[in-house]
C-alpha cells in the first residue's frame, strides 16, 4: 500500500534524534509547558520570522486562541473560505463570531483578494486567508484591504509550514498566525499540537494566558481562559523535525518536480505555483473531471490518493443553509468536486512515485 501521507516514514528516518528527545522528557520529569516547550516555541518563531511563539494543543485551539487574543466576538464578522478544513469555520464560532465565506481562485484554491470587498460589512472584524497544500495567498492585495479596512489578518498556516510569499515565511505577514502540527502535516508531531504565532506583544501575552486558564501566575485567572496545551513530548519530538523541516520541504518539491514531469502530457490539470511563492508541497493536488473512477482506480492498485476536501464547509450538515456567502462559490464547488491528493511526503521513494504515475497514465490512456 502507497499511503497519501506516512507519519511513520518520518519517525524512522529520525528514529534515533526522536527516541533520545522523548527519554530526555521522561528523565526530566516535567510534562506539560516546561523547557522543551519553551524552547520549541522560540526555535519555530525563529524560523517564521516573528518574536513570538505560543504553543498549544491543536491547529484548531491555536485558531481559537489567536481570534480570541484578537478580542473577536459575537457580533463581529470573519471573512474567510468554505475551502479549508472544517476547523477554520469551527474555530471562528467557538468565539461567538460569525464566518463569512468567499470564493476561491480557480488556479491556486485560495482566498480571491478579488471578491473580498463585496463580502466586507460594518460587522467585519478580520480576514483569516488560508494557505493550503503548501502555498500561500496572494498576501499583497489582502494586506493592502486590511490596512485600508482596518481589519486584523490571522494566517491560517495549517498546511504551510516553510512556505514563503515573496521571501518572508508564512505566519510572518498578518497580525498573528497559526500553524497545526498534526501528525501528517510538514512538521508533525505523534499527536495533536498547535501554536500562535505573532510579533505583536500584546497579542502573544494574551495568547498566553488564554491558552491555560488566563493565568499569570498559577491558580489566578485574569482572563477567561481555558486548557490548551502543548505537552513537552510532543514540543521534543517538534525541536527535532524542525531541524529537517527545510530538507524535507526541498525533497518534497523534488518529488512533485517528477510527479510533473511524468504527468504533464496527460489531459489533467497539474499543481500551479504563484509567482514569488516558495510552495512547500503539502500535498500535490490534480484536477479532473473524472476525479471519483481514478481515486477508485488508484485504491484497487494499492494506491491512497485523498481528496482535500470533497465537502466545502458551507455544504457540510452542520453548516449548511447557514453561513453568509455560501449562495456565491462556485469555484469553491467545482474544486471539490474536481480534486485529488496524490501521495506526498519526503521519504516517498522513486518506484513508489513510478507506481503511482504510471497507474494514473493508464487511467488517462483508457
Not at 505583536?200 to 488564554?210: F, G
Not at 486548557?227 to 518539491?253: G, H, P, T
Amino acid at each position: 500500500m502507497i499511503l497519501c501521507a506516512n507519519p511513520k516514514a518520518q519517525y524512522l528516518a529520525h528514529q534515533s534524534e526522536i527516541d533520545e528527545a522523548v527519554r530526555r522528557v521522561f528523565e526530566q520529569g516535567r510534562y506539560i509547558l516546561g523547557e522543551e516547550v519553551r524552547a520549541f516555541e522560540t526555535a519555530f518563531a525563529s524560523f517564521v520570522g516573528v518574536e513570538h511563539g505560543i504553543g498549544v494543543g491543536s491547529g484548531t485551539e491555536a485558531l481559537h486562541v489567536a481570534l480570541a487574543a484578537c478580542g473577536l466576538g459575537p457580533g463581529d464578522e470573519v471573512v474567510t473560505v468554505s475551502h479549508t478544513a472544517v476547523a477554520t469555520a469551527a474555530a471562528i464560532e467557538m468565539t461567538g463570531a460569525t464566518p463569512v465565506l468567499v470564493d476561491i481562485e480557480p488556479d491556486f484554491y485560495t482566498l480571491d483578494p478579488g471578491r473580498l470587498n463585496s463580502v466586507i460589512t460594518e460587522r467585519t472584524r478580520a480576514i483569516i486567508p488560508v494557505h493550503i497544500y503548501g502555498q500561500t495567498v496572494d498576501l499583497d492585495p489582502i494586506m493592502t484591504i486590511a490596512r485600508e479596512r482596518n481589519l486584523l489578518v490571522i494566517e491560517d498556516c495549517a498546511q504551510a509550514h516553510g512556505a514563503s510569499y515573496r521571501d518572508r515565511r508564512a505566519g510572518s505577514w498578518g497580525d498573528i498566525a497559526c500553524f497545526s502540527f498534526y501528525p501528517t502535516k510538514n512538521l508533525g508531531a505523534v499527536g495533536d499540537g498547535g501554536m500562535v504565532v505573532t510579533s505583536n506583544s500584546s497579542l502573544a501575552e494574551r495568547a498566553r494566558l488564554l491558552r491555560e486558564y488566563g493565568w499569570s501566575e498559577r491558580y489566578v485567572s485574569h482572563l477567561r481562559g481555558w486548557n490548551s496545551r502543548l505537552d513537552e513530548i510532543q514540543a521534543a519530538i517538534l525541536r527535532v523535525k524542525l531541524r529537517y523541516l527545510e530538507s524535507d520541504n526541498e525533497a518534497r518539491r523534488r518529488i512533485a518536480e517528477k510527479y510533473r514531469e511524468q504527468l504533464r502530457h496527460l489531459e489533467i490539470e497539474l499543481p500551479k505555483t504563484r509567482a514569488g511563492v516558495s510552495h512547500a508541497f503539502h500535498l500535490f493536488v490534480i484536477r479532473t473531471a473524472r476525479r471519483d473512477a481514478l481515486q477508485a482506480r488508484l485504491k484497487e492498485k494499492g494506491i491512497g490518493a485523498l481528496v482535500h476536501y470533497p465537502v466545502p464547509v458551507h455544504q457540510q450538515p452542520a453548516y449548511r443553509g447557514r453561513l453568509k456567502g455560501s449562495d456565491c462559490l462556485p469555484e469553491t464547488e467545482r474544486a471539490a468536486a474536481e480534486i485529488l491528493s496524490l501521495p506526498m511526503y519526503p521519504e516517498l521513494g522513486d518506484a513508489e512515485i513510478e507506481a503511482v504515475t504510471r497507474e494514473v497514465q493508464q487511467f488517462c490512456g483508457e
